[in-house]
């Protein structure tokens, strides 16, 4: 049974950082691809960030460029994302996700959700 659990949410003011995690089971990091994703109410899923062992690629969307990075653990089975700089625009709840043996850069490619965690940056 394949398992994501996301953490690391938070208050925080803007310009602040903070540091997500995304802990997987059940699943081989070799064919899947792991990403992040945030949802704001009355709005649809988006991609933030994603990151795919299996052709060696990480993407960001023009909105996080330059400010988020991702990144993983494979002895950990573990997925991080570290948000710099943080924007009033980013408060989301944050989800993980597992998109098997895809790119992970479409919304309707992920078959695995973890649940979310919040992040609310302050202006």
């Known amino acids: 049974e394949v398992q994501l659990q996301a953490f690391g949410g938070g208050l925080v003011q803007t310009g602040g950082s903070l540091r997500l995690s995304c802990a997987a089971s059940g699943l081989t990091f070799d064919d899947y691809a792991i990403g992040w994703l945030r949802q704001v109410p009355g709005k649809e899923r988006e991609v933030v960030s994603c990151i795919s062992r299996s052709d060696n690629t990480k993407y960001y969307a023009d909105s996080v460029k330059g400010r988020f990075t991702i990144s993983d653990d494979n002895a950990k089975n573990q997925v991080y994302l570290q948000m710099n700089n943080l924007k009033p625009d980013d408060t989301a709840v944050y989800y993980c996700?597992?998109?098997?043996?895809?790119?992970?850069?479409?919304?309707?490619?992920?078959?695995?959700w973890g649940q979310g965690t919040q992040v609310t940056v302050s202006s």
């Open positions: 996700a597992a998109a098997d043996g895809y790119s992970g850069l479409v919304l309707n490619q992920y078959d695995y």
